[in-house]
């Protein structure tokens, strides 16, 4: 009998677009960001602190994406983000002084003033730095393993006609982490686990060995895979590539299937920006728009208006039976799996990472209670991408150009074309609500190789070519598709667009002389737009792609 444990490997994808316009004291749409600092990064970040002073073992994979990096890196976006969990404590002290005499809702006030002031400490070494340096700490630890993404998560299965397109958000992606982390990504998450043939020539051409599919995109792939999306597979080109486990995925995501949907835990959309209108609340208001304060005091309680003032300890207690019910799943699921297949099965779990904390209040707390779970039971333990895919890449030999296993351990097919989301195929990134946005795309693209593989000598400011690619890649960022698929924050993200798209064709024409250089705007421009200041356009954009 195999006494190996089951592996399960957790992916959580830790991304959000660039957003940052100085041009403005105070941006709404900044504190997405700001919102994703003090209720997922952080609160995780914690988890992992008490882990490593308890000696627990512990694998957990993290994709960081350049755009988000970027962000913990600025300057101006760390100043604002200190000033608003400030903001913050200064306003829990005023509602801890109003609610004293309230029994019920006296507790959750504390509980916020506390935490936004141990937030409030730890930000004041650093800002967004601070989370970088912490992450690099349990990176050097062992436990955490931080793999890269496309430069603006750009969607590159609508890229597949122009593949330098492709090439320059993952060539942009490694170089961020290489400037802004210190290291050099092995494994990457592809936007929106967008995959098709060809994709993993490009990663192996970067020395990316390892990727995360849906479950489709492995269990389709051909020659058909004999352990389905449980052991991951080698791509013709020599990249390992990972398939969602559903089943542990819907648990933990599904508000109304999973946990995030109990009773117990914290309401989301309760938050005190809307329910209260009282005079020391109105400096967290974007002028007369009510907002959401991250300050959320009731429970979720049940489906109608009724609910009840939200208990945190009892919510972590609760979230602590998740996860021992959990642990418990995943045992049995690997069981049943060894038994089916023959070998222990690599249980594959990917999660939004915005889900622990933000619109999971208790995600975080329930993810450290499964790793102290996993550290008490016999046949399941948590394992790093990254080992596993060097364990598989070790039985993938060569000949002519071919690769094969001699012992057949590991499986050598082509992954199918797949993303995640809605339908599994792209739906949700092109569909009659954000279609139009493609071609302009495409074309600006097209311009820009042309004028780097063509024209070059024509270029009279390289500086303007560059910003070209700059702006070209914030509006390839598959979030504004999104955006506008799913209906949220729709004038934002066409506003995002369609500037970027402005911005790219005026700065090429500048840069081959077919309008006047403006100084002053491309100054403005060049300033709210400072991502990736290294790149050149003609070395990312002007090279042949097999």
Request: glycine letters at 6%.
């Given at each position: 009998?195999?006494?190996?444990?089951?592996?399960?490997?957790?992916?959580?994808?830790?991304?959000?677009?660039?957003?940052?316009?100085?041009?403005?004291?105070?941006?709404?749409?900044?504190?997405?960001?700001f919102?994703?600092?003090?209720?997922?990064?952080?609160?995780l970040?914690?988890?992992f602190?008490?882990?490593?002073?308890?000696?627990?073992?512990?694998?957990?994979?993290?994709?960081?994406?350049?755009?988000?990096?970027t962000?913990?890196?600025d300057?101006?976006?760390?100043e604002?983000?200190?000033?608003?969990?400030?903001?913050?404590?200064?306003?829990?002290?005023?509602?801890?002084f109003?609610?004293?005499?309230?029994?019920?809702?006296?507790?959750?006030?504390?509980?916020?003033?506390?935490?936004?002031?141990?937030?409030?400490?730890?930000?004041?070494?650093?800002?967004?730095?601070?989370?970088?340096?912490?992450?690099?700490?349990?990176?050097?630890?062992?436990?955490?393993?931080?793999?890269?993404?496309?430069?603006?998560?750009?969607?590159?299965?609508f890229?597949?006609?122009?593949?330098?397109?492709?090439?320059?958000?993952?060539?942009?992606?490694?170089?961020?982490?290489?400037?802004?982390?210190?290291?050099?990504?092995?494994?990457?998450?592809?936007?929106?686990?967008?995959?098709?043939?060809?994709?993993?020539?490009?990663?192996?051409?970067?020395?990316?060995?390892?990727?995360?599919?849906?479950?489709?995109?492995?269990?389709?792939?051909?020659p058909?895979?004999?352990n389905?999306?449980?052991?991951?597979?080698?791509?013709?080109?020599?990249?390992?590539?990972?398939?969602?486990?559903?089943?542990?995925?819907?648990?933990?995501?599904?508000?109304?299937?999973?946990y995030?949907?109990?009773?117990?835990?914290?309401e989301f959309?309760?938050?005190?920006?809307?329910?209260?209108?009282?005079?020391?609340?109105?400096?967290?208001?974007?002028?007369?728009i009510?907002?959401?304060?991250?300050?959320?005091?009731?429970?979720?309680?049940g489906?109608?208006?009724?609910?009840?003032?939200?208990?945190?300890?009892?919510?972590?207690?609760?979230?602590?039976?998740?996860?021992?019910?959990?642990?418990?799943?995943?045992?049995?699921?690997?069981?049943?799996?060894?038994?089916?297949?023959?070998?222990?099965?690599?249980?594959?779990?990917?999660?939004d990472?915005?889900?622990?904390?933000?619109?999971?209040?208790?995600?975080?707390?329930?993810?450290?209670?499964?790793f102290?779970?996993?550290?008490?039971?016999?046949?399941?333990?948590s394992?790093?991408?990254?080992?596993?895919?060097?364990?598989?890449?070790?039985?993938?030999?060569?000949?002519?150009?071919?690769?094969?296993?001699?012992?057949?351990?590991?499986?050598?097919?082509?992954p199918?074309?797949?993303?995640?989301?809605?339908?599994?195929?792209?739906e949700?990134?092109?569909?009659?609500?954000?279609?139009?946005?493609?071609?302009?795309?495409?074309?600006?693209?097209?311009?820009?190789?042309?004028?780097?593989?063509?024209?070059?000598?024509?270029?009279?400011?390289?500086?303007?070519?560059?910003q070209?690619?700059?702006?070209?890649?914030?509006?390839?960022?598959?979030?504004?598709?999104?955006?506008?698929?799913?209906?949220?924050?729709?004038?934002?993200?066409?506003?995002?667009?369609?500037?970027?798209?402005?911005r790219?064709?005026?700065?090429?024409?500048?840069?081959?002389?077919?309008?006047?250089?403006?100084?002053?705007?491309?100054?403005?421009?060049?300033?709210?737009?400072?991502?990736?200041?290294?790149?050149?356009?003609?070395?990312?954009?002007?090279?042949?792609?097999?």
């Open positions: 009998m195999n006494t190996e444990k089951s592996k399960w490997i957790p992916v959580l994808h830790f991304h959000l677009p660039f957003v940052r316009h100085p041009e403005m004291s105070k941006y709404l749409e900044e504190e997405w960001y919102e994703a600092v003090t209720e997922t990064y952080l609160p970040l914690e988890a602190d008490n882990l490593e002073r308890d000696n627990i073992d512990y694998n957990i994979t993290i994709s960081l994406t350049p755009t988000l990096l962000m913990m890196a300057t101006l976006l760390s604002r983000l200190i000033n608003y969990v400030n903001a913050r404590v200064k306003v829990l002290d005023e509602e801890a109003r609610t004293q005499t309230d029994p019920e809702f006296h507790p959750v006030t504390l509980f916020y003033r506390e935490r936004y002031k141990n937030l409030a400490s730890k930000l004041n070494n650093g800002g967004g730095q601070y989370i970088i340096n912490e992450l690099l700490k349990h990176n050097k630890i062992g436990h955490i393993n931080i793999i890269t993404s496309a430069a603006t998560h750009g969607f590159l299965l890229m597949v006609g122009e593949p330098e397109t492709i090439a320059a958000q993952i060539q942009v992606g490694i170089e961020t982490h290489e400037k802004l982390l210190g290291i050099k990504p092995s494994g990457i998450w592809l936007p929106e686990c967008g995959y098709t043939s060809g994709f993993d020539a490009i990663l192996n051409r970067y020395g990316i060995f390892y990727t995360f599919l849906d479950q489709h995109g492995i269990e389709m792939a051909y058909e895979p004999p389905g999306c449980f052991s991951p597979i080698v791509t013709p080109f020599g990249v390992a590539a990972f398939g969602r486990d559903p089943e542990s995925s819907r648990q933990v995501w599904s508000s109304k299937e999973g995030p949907g109990a009773p117990i835990y914290r959309y309760r938050d005190v920006g809307f329910d209260l209108d009282l005079p020391h609340l109105i400096p967290l208001r974007h002028g007369s009510k907002t959401f304060t991250g300050l959320k005091y009731y429970a979720i309680t489906t109608g208006n009724y609910k009840e003032a939200y208990r945190p300890g009892a919510a972590k207690r609760k979230a602590s039976e998740h996860a021992e019910q959990f642990v418990f799943n995943r045992a049995l699921q690997g069981n049943y799996l060894k038994n089916v297949i023959g070998e222990p099965p690599v249980i594959v779990s990917m999660y990472a915005e889900l622990f904390g933000h619109w999971w209040f208790e995600g975080p707390w329930w993810l450290e209670s499964v102290r779970q996993l550290n008490k039971n016999s046949s399941i333990e394992a790093a991408a990254e080992d596993i895919s060097k364990e598989a890449l070790s039985n993938v030999k060569s000949k002519n150009g071919i690769l094969y296993s001699p012992d057949e351990k590991t499986w050598i097919a082509q199918a074309t797949s993303t995640w989301g809605g339908g599994g195929y792209s949700v990134w092109l569909n009659g609500k954000n279609d139009e946005i493609q071609q302009f795309l495409s074309d600006i693209a097209i311009e820009l190789i042309d004028i780097c593989k063509n024209r070059y000598n024509e270029v009279i400011y390289n500086d303007t070519l560059n070209a690619a700059r702006e070209l890649m914030l509006a390839e960022s598959s979030d504004w598709t999104f955006l506008l698929s799913t209906g949220q924050a729709v004038s934002y993200a066409e506003r995002r667009v369609k500037a970027h798209l402005v790219a064709r005026k700065c090429m024409s500048m840069a081959i002389g077919s309008e006047p250089f403006d100084k002053k705007w491309f100054k403005d421009i060049s300033y709210k737009d400072n991502i990736f200041p290294w790149i050149n356009a003609k070395e990312l954009y002007g090279k042949d792609i097999c």
